[in-house]
């Protein structure tokens, strides 16, 4: 598969705290449902959805990520290959988007799927696979979502499905050979190295953003005037980011709500105590401790300790330094690294170990 560049579109210049949500790229919140529901202002009015085979009816709706910034190349690559699917008889195209907490791979799926949109006129769908502690749904609870989610009597190769959050290459597997879909986009925190072995899928694994992103990120929330007169500033705080889009979310709504605030004044305040200030007190979503919390969780107690001691080292982490934090033979770090099979667990992508 070739990825393709392309220059971003011009960033937009907020002038409130209105433009807060679209610049953030953050998915609208699901009802129980599955209906969209917009900010506190009020619900974002959704165009129709793909129509259906059936009578015209609208097909499911995703989501929208409103105002997405960065991940150009993996866009263009997940656009370009999910452009292959969609025809009757054939098995679905699939691809994997794997990476850390916070990396955007949900929000990455979403906008993809939504660039190709009439290509599958059934509709497309967002399906957890884990429930809110990380742990796996259950089987047949997921499956049965996903039937009433899918419209009947569409043709085979239709319609997308967007598998959230698996856990384990057997999750995606049941329904690869069951949905009759034309896509499937599967996001994780885990490598899933079986599946990639067995299904040969399109892989993208999400890192930390490039600098020049995450200084756009910034650019299209705070404005261009405000980023441009503290350029020194603004490379402080992409830093103590990590350049991982959660933690620059994070920062540019703090600062968005705070317009007079200098941003080297932020982010002397951040330094302070990292990262507990990469934190929205108004939603436990937007939390980078929390979200590594949530990742260390989802790991066996081994790896958890692992990760916690590997973390002391700064990101700065060799063979002999790594096998002197975990007080072992320099062959176990690297089997401690295949073990957790997660992108990003042995080298830097962000503040925090990957789940």
Same mark, same amino acid.
């Given at each position: 598969?070739?990825? +393709? ?20 790229? $953050? ?12 900010? #506190? ?18 097909? @499911?709706?995703? !989501?929208?990520? !409103? ?7 993996? +866009? ?12 009757? *008889? ?10 850390? @907490? ?25 399906? @957890?696979?884990?429930?809110? &502690? ?27 499905? /967007?598998? %959230?959050?698996?856990?384990?290459? &057997? ?5 690869? &050979? ?16 079986? $599946?990639?072995? +067995? ?23 705070? *404005? ?25 979310? /994070?920062?540019?709504? =703090?600062? $968005?709500?705070?317009? =007079? ?13 990292? @990262? ?5 007190? %108004? ?18 107690? #081994? ?13 700065? /982490? ?13 062959? +176990?770090?690297? =089997? ?15 503040? *925090?170990?990957?789940?």
């Amino acid at each position: 598969m070739t990825l +393709t560049s392309a220059s971003p579109a011009p960033a937009p210049t907020p002038k409130s705290p209105a433009s807060l949500a679209p610049a953030l790229s $953050l998915p609208t919140p699901l009802s129980p449902q599955g209906s969209p529901h917009g900010s #506190p202002g009020g619900p974002e009015e959704a165009p129709a959805g793909p129509r259906s085979a059936e009578g015209g009816r609208p097909g @499911p709706r995703l !989501p929208h990520v !409103p105002g997405f910034t960065g991940r150009t190349r993996e +866009t263009a690559a997940l656009v370009s290959h999910l452009g292959e699917g969609g025809r009757s *008889g054939s098995a679905p195209v699939l691809a994997v988007v794997s990476g850390g @907490p916070g990396m955007g791979k949900t929000a990455l799926a979403l906008h993809a799927a939504h660039l190709v949109t009439d290509r599958y006129p059934a509709g497309a769908v967002l399906l @957890p696979l884990s429930a809110p &502690d990380g742990t796996p749904r259950p089987a047949d609870e997921a499956a049965a979502e996903l039937r009433s989610l899918l419209p009947s009597g569409a043709a085979h190769g239709s319609s997308l499905v /967007i598998l %959230d959050d698996a856990v384990h290459p &057997d999750q995606v597997r049941r329904f690869l &050979d069951a949905t009759g879909c034309g896509a499937v986009v599967v996001t994780s925190r885990m490598g899933l190295a079986a $599946l990639v072995a +067995t299904h040969g899928p399109a892989v993208l694994q999400l890192g930390a953003l490039p600098p020049q992103e995450s200084r756009a990120l910034l650019t299209a929330v705070l *404005g261009q005037e405000r980023v441009a007169a503290e350029s020194g500033a603004v490379h402080t705080l992409t830093e103590a980011c990590g350049h991982v889009p959660l933690a620059l979310r /994070i920062v540019a709504a =703090r600062l $968005l709500t705070r317009p =007079r605030m200098r941003l080297a004044d932020h982010a002397a305040w951040l330094l302070r105590d990292l @990262p507990a200030r990469l934190a929205l007190p %108004d939603d436990p979503r937007m939390s980078v401790p929390l979200a590594l919390d949530g990742a260390l969780r989802r790991l066996p107690a #081994p790896l958890a300790d692992a990760h916690l001691r590997l973390a002391r080292l700064e990101g700065r /982490i060799t063979a002999p330094d790594a096998a002197g934090v975990l007080s072992s033979p320099r062959r +176990t770090p690297r =089997r401690c690294s295949n073990g957790s099979s997660t992108p990003g667990s042995s080298r830097r992508t962000g503040p *925090g170990p990957s789940a």
